[in-house]
């Protein structure tokens, strides 16, 4: 950092007495003293224009559209999670869950609905309480299918599209650290109440990033890509029937 500052004041004066020799040697040529006093006050009457405009407009919008593309980056990123891991665990899980009635109340999203019903739901995801018993949930098959997606979760977690995007990078580590959790039980079975608690506390802090992240996703697919936008609503699992076929 510091050899950058220093860098930036040696070309700063390097810039001043560049401008300085021009002037003189106009001077040398000219000798008009005035005219090059009245176009170096006219220079500097444009000079906070000139900032305004590079800096404060064309920067900012330079800095939006670049934005706006690793959105877009990011968005598609988040579609294959959601392809290849995410809907999967949606469904999968949801239906251990004693008040998976309430959530898919909440949840199942319609063609009909406005950013209003998108936020309202994004904020029960946020605050969302699943009852789940551990007990009554498959781990060994959820281990499995978690071991199945381990190379698949690395590669997102090395994505640099995702560094700027702490919500979906926290819902990575979700699964990673349940992941992990299973692994390192050399049995599934006969696990302790206390342990069987602590399991179902990442299962519940997987499942709020995941279904709020999903929420996210899927309104960004109803204003960019209705096509799209479509499948889920044939597909997702908050829904009474599910079925791909259009009717």
């Known amino acids: ?31 008009d003293i005035h005219h090059i006093f009245i176009y170096m006050v006219g220079d500097l009457a444009f000079l906070p224009l ?17 934005t706006q593309a690793k959105l877009e980056k990011l968005n598609m990123v988040m579609g294959t999670f959601f392809s290849e891991l995410g809907n999967r665990l949606l ?4 239906k251990y869950f004693d008040n998976r009635l309430e959530i898919s109340r909440h949840l199942n999203i319609t063609e009909s609905w406005t950013k209003k019903d998108f936020q309202r739901a994004v904020d029960f995801a946020h605050h969302l309480k699943v009852e789940l018993d551990c007990r009554n949930i498959d ?14 979760l ?13 919500r979906f990078t926290d819902l990575l580590w979700a699964i990673t650290h349940l992941d992990e959790e299973l692994e390192a039980r050399p049995s599934l079975t006969g696990l302790p109440d206390k342990d069987l608690e602590h399991l179902a506390g ?24 209705p096509f799209l936008f479509s499948l889920v609503l044939r597909t997702h699992p908050f829904q009474e029937r599910q079925s791909p076929i259009v009717t």
């Not at 390097?14 to 040398?28: C, D, E, K, N, T």
């Not at 781990?139 to 698949?152: H, I, M, N, P, S």
């Not at 709020?208 to 890509?225: A, I, T």
Request: hydrophobic share 50%; net charge positive.
């Open 1 to 31: 950092m510091r050899k950058r500052f220093s860098l930036i004041v040696y070309l700063a004066i390097a810039f001043v007495v560049l401008s300085g020799i021009a002037y003189f040697i106009h001077y040398l040529i000219f000798r």
């Open 50 to 66: 000139e900032v305004l405009l590079v800096v404060f407009i064309i920067e900012r919008l330079l800095a939006r559209r670049e």
């Open 154 to 166: 690395l590669t997102l977690l090395g994505n640099p599209s995702l560094l700027e995007h702490d």
């Open 91 to 94: 469904q999968d899980l949801l």
């Open 139 to 152: 781990l060994d098959g959820l281990k499995a299918f978690l071991v199945q997606k381990r190379e698949f």
């Open 202 to 225: 990442d299962i519940r802090r997987l499942y709020d990033n995941l279904s709020s992240e999903w929420l996210d996703y899927v309104q960004h697919l109803k204003s960019k890509y």
